[in-house]
C-alpha cells in the first residue's frame, strides 16, 4: 500500500511537471508577441530572449494609431468580415434548407461536392429537419424556412456566423491575391507589411497583433456560452 502510493504521488508530480513544461511552450510565444509590443527596439534580433527585459514604451501604439493607416485596414477588415458573416449564414441556410426540401437533377453529386469542399457545415443533410417538414401542409416555403428551420438550427447557423465573423482577420492569400490598393488593404495585409523584406519592424507588427487581440478576447468572452452550446447541439444531432 506504501509503495502504490508512493508510485502514484510520483507519477502525479511527473504529470503536473509534464503539463507544466507544454504550457510554458505553448504560452511563451505568446508572452513574447506581447513583450515585443512594449520593447524600445524594432528588430526581433535586437530583442532579449526574456520578456519584458528590454524595458517598456508605448511609442509603437503611437506609431501604429498616429502615423499608419491601421485604423483604415481595420475599418476595411471589420466591412469584409460583417458581410461575409451575412452572406455565409444567408446562403448557407437557404442551400441548406433547398437541399433538404427539394428533389432535383444532380442533387445527390452536388451535396456530396459541397461535402467534401467543406463549404457548408453537416447540417445541410439533418434528418429531423426533413421529418419535420413532411408533417407540415399548406406553409409556404418561406414561412417554412422561417418559422421552422431557423429556430431548430439556431445553435449551428450561430456557430457559422461567429466562425463567418473571424475568419477575415487572419485571411492573408485570399486579400493579397485581390486587393492592389492600400487603400483597400485589411489589417492581415497592413501588418505584414511592417516585417517584409523592406522592413523589420517587428515590435510594431506585435502591437498591431496586439490590438487585435483585445476586441477579440471581449467578443469571445460573450460570444463563448452560444458557441459551446451551438457546438455541442450540432454535435447531438448529427
Known amino acids: ?42 528588430g526581433i534580433a535586437n530583442m532579449n530572449i526574456v520578456p519584458f527585459k528590454d524595458g517598456f514604451t508605448l511609442k509603437h501604439f503611437k506609431y501604429l494609431f ?19 458573416t451575412l452572406l455565409t449564414v444567408v446562403i448557407s441556410s437557404l442551400s441548406a434548407y433547398v437541399f433538404s426540401r427539394f428533389k432535383f437533377v444532380f442533387k445527390h453529386t452536388l451535396l456530396m461536392s459541397m461535402l467534401i469542399l467543406q463549404i457548408f457545415p453537416s447540417f445541410v443533410g439533418m434528418i429531423a429537419i426533413y421529418v419535420i417538414l413532411n408533417r ?15 429556430p431548430v438550427t439556431k445553435p449551428i447557423i450561430t456557430f457559422l456566423g461567429i466562425s463567418s465573423f473571424t475568419g477575415p482577420w487572419m485571411d492573408f492569400i485570399f486579400p493579397k491575391m485581390v486587393l492592389r490598393s492600400p487603400e483597400k488593404q485589411t489589417l492581415a495585409l497592413g501588418l505584414f507589411s511592417f516585417v517584409s523584406d523592406k522592413k523589420n519592424e517587428f515590435t510594431n507588427f506585435a502591437a498591431g497583433s496586439l490590438v487585435i487581440c483585445i ?24
Open 66 to 84: 498616429f502615423e499608419t493607416q491601421y485604423w483604415l485596414w481595420f475599418k476595411n477588415t471589420f466591412i469584409i468580415a460583417l458581410w461575409t
Open 1 to 42: 500500500m506504501k509503495n502504490y502510493r508512493s508510485f502514484k504521488t510520483v507519477s502525479t508530480t511527473f504529470s503536473y511537471l509534464i503539463f507544466i513544461l507544454i504550457s510554458l511552450i505553448v504560452f511563451y510565444p505568446l508572452v513574447y508577441v506581447v513583450a515585443a509590443a512594449f520593447a524600445p527596439g524594432n
Open 215 to 238: 476586441p477579440f478576447v471581449i467578443f469571445f468572452l460573450f460570444t463563448q456560452k452560444a458557441m459551446m452550446m451551438s457546438m455541442g447541439t450540432a454535435a447531438v444531432k448529427e
Open 136 to 150: 407540415i401542409d399548406g406553409a409556404s416555403h418561406f414561412r417554412i424556412f422561417g418559422t421552422i428551420i431557423l
